[in-house]
């Protein structure tokens, strides 16, 4: 798949990019059976709602642990390991912000003689927690070569810096500091 770069506009921010002439709409609706270009528009503002709440992990974890159906707050809790009361309490209110999750809702005890509280994914919900799932699908399947990729990057960088004696690569994208650049 290829991503095209995106432009930048006269105030520096993202400006949406064109197909090329020969990529019709349809194709570029749906890059993953056609093998088309992705086109980027940064400023699409859905793009960014759906964004914020993937780049969030204990909302994704969420998600996955609310699969099971109608969940009780301390059995997610308790499913996700590790997240605090207060964090799983905004990372649901996020997420029913969203309209990702409903809740909390009361669904009849299984002996029918009370109801217990809890929370379930919205239709849109199940539909992002799908998407999801070929996101981890494909880093299952392409983690081999992440790791094989990052390891060879992190041995070129090693073996530069020490036959070049530069300093690591953030100083390099910084510049040199002002004091070691000499006057003239």
Request: charged residues 20%; hydrophobic residues 35%; glycine residues 8%.
């Amino acid at each position: 798949m290829i991503i095209h770069q995106v432009r930048r506009s006269a105030r520096g921010h993202p400006a949406p990019t064109q197909p090329p002439a020969e990529v019709s709409r349809e194709q570029a609706a749906d890059p993953v059976t056609t093998g088309t270009p992705v086109l980027l528009d940064l400023d699409y503002l859905p793009l960014n709602l759906v964004l914020d709440v993937l780049s969030v992990r204990w909302s994704v974890l969420a998600l996955s642990g609310l699969a099971a159906g109608h969940v009780r707050f301390n059995q997610l809790l308790r499913h996700l390991g590790g997240i605090s009361h207060k964090v799983l309490i905004a990372t649901l209110r996020s997420l029913q912000r969203d309209g990702f999750v409903a809740g909390p809702l009361t669904d009849p005890t299984p002996d029918g003689n009370g109801r217990t509280p809890g929370y379930r994914l919205t239709p849109t919900g199940w539909e992002l927690l799908r998407l999801v799932a070929h996101i981890g699908q494909w880093a299952q399947e392409n983690a081999p070569e992440v790791r094989r990729a990052r390891g060879e990057f992190d041995r070129r960088q090693a073996a530069t810096c020490v036959h070049q004696r530069r300093q690591p690569v953030t100083s390099q994208v910084l510049g040199p500091s002002p004091e070691s650049t000499p006057p003239g």
